[in-house]
């Protein structure tokens, strides 16, 4: 061997963007493929030899040799990928890939680019260059690649969201949409520590005023959260198993798939509320001192309300349409103009209960349920 030995490296399945390089007669295989990193501008993890054989040793590799640097996929024929793998040069960073990945979204920009020729700048390497961010961009291309949405814990998803809104993929706007909402949600949402500072700071004699607090996802479970205003307060998704509501008022606050299971609501004020999806299973509305729990016009669609205790509940115009009322006492409950379309009340105790004008298509009875008729 040559003291010196000159081998042309180019990118794994091209025969352009070559580039020239002499090998160290000795010395760390690793420190040869920072070289060939360094020299191609890429993140150099395997080396090919033209027949597509894999080696990792300098001592194998032969004076004016053709190499192939891989950043870790397996050996591309130049010859049979010339025309599908493309190098994209994202804000400095080279990203190796597929035109059927690329074009995998129809309608998004990145689909229009590689559908045919792209007349783009390109690097001296041959690839095309995109003057886009590369941290946001990586996420983008590995959901066009496997069809699932990964992001890295220190990855902005926002970020990543205006990446799929740039390049119009719209299979991926919406759930990163759901993160960035989420996330958002999180920061300015109250913490269950927040809000036992605020119980322990509240004085006994006076209400406790809470209107119009976001407390979505908050874990409340087990709290006493008793005559306390909540009106128009968001609990989307909140935690409040277990919890004392009585007397809360809860006019027009939304409650969407919150889980209220075990919880206590005697005498709570919940007209207009939002508890779509919510758990209510085993809840507690009856008081036997008179004061009835309000739930007229309160949305309760999808609910799961078995073995829920409405017992004289205001339900008036309530939409209870498909929720799980099995084994439900609803005993003297004001149900008129309720709709309960499609709603399970097998086992149901709706003595006495007022049924005027309430839609009752397809309600779901047996023999166990009993009803205001007989």
Avoid at 63 to 89: A, H
Avoid at 172 to 185: A, F, G, S, T
Wanted: with cysteine; proline share 3%; aromatic share 8%.
């Amino acid at each position: 061997m040559s003291s010196r030995r000159r081998v042309t490296l180019f990118p794994n399945g091209y025969k352009r963007g070559g580039r020239v390089i002499f090998v160290p007669n000795q010395g760390p295989w690793r420190e040869f493929l920072n070289q060939c990193s360094e020299r191609m501008n890429i993140q150099v993890r395997r080396i090919f030899v033209a027949e597509g054989g894999e080696i990792n040793d300098v001592d194998f590799i032969e004076p004016n040799e053709v190499l192939y640097c891989s950043e870790g996929e397996d050996f591309v024929c130049p010859s049979t990928s010339s025309n599908e793998w493309v190098t994209l040069n994202v804000g400095g960073r080279c990203f190796s890939t597929t035109k059927s990945t690329l074009t995998r979204d129809a309608g998004s920009m990145l689909a229009k680019m590689f559908s045919n020729e792209w007349a783009s700048q390109r690097d001296y390497n041959g690839s095309y260059m995109v003057d886009r961010t590369p941290e946001y961009f990586a996420p983008v291309l590995n959901f066009l690649r496997c069809g699932s949405l990964v992001i890295d814990d220190d990855t902005n998803a926002e970020g990543v969201l205006e990446e799929a809104i740039f390049f119009n993929l719209t299979e991926l706007i919406e759930p990163l949409q759901q993160i960035v909402d989420k996330q958002k949600r999180k920061q300015t949402s109250l913490t269950r520590k927040e809000m036992i500072s605020i119980l322990l700071a509240s004085s006994v004699n006076s209400p406790l005023r809470c209107q119009g607090l976001d407390l979505a996802g908050c874990d409340l479970s087990k709290l006493d959260l008793s005559y306390i205003n909540f009106s128009m307060t968001n609990f989307g998704g909140a935690n409040l198993k277990y919890a004392n509501l009585d007397n809360t008022v809860m006019k027009e606050s939304n409650l969407e798939g919150a889980d209220l299971q075990f919880a206590t609501l005697k005498g709570a004020n919940l007209c207009r509320a939002n508890l779509e999806n919510a758990n209510l299973r085993s809840a507690n509305f009856e008081d036997r001192g008179g004061q009835k729990a309000n739930l007229e016009g309160a949305v309760l669609k999808g609910a799961h309300l078995e073995d829920c205790n409405f017992s004289g509940a205001n339900l008036r115009a309530a939409n209870l349409k498909g929720c799980n009322l099995e084994n439900a006492n609803l005993r003297r409950a004001d149900l008129a103009a309720a709709d309960l379309e499609g709603v399970n009340l097998r086992g149901a105790n709706l003595t006495k209960a007022n049924l005027i004008g309430a839609n009752l298509v397809g309600a779901n009875f047996d023999i166990r349920t009993t009803t205001p008729w007989g």
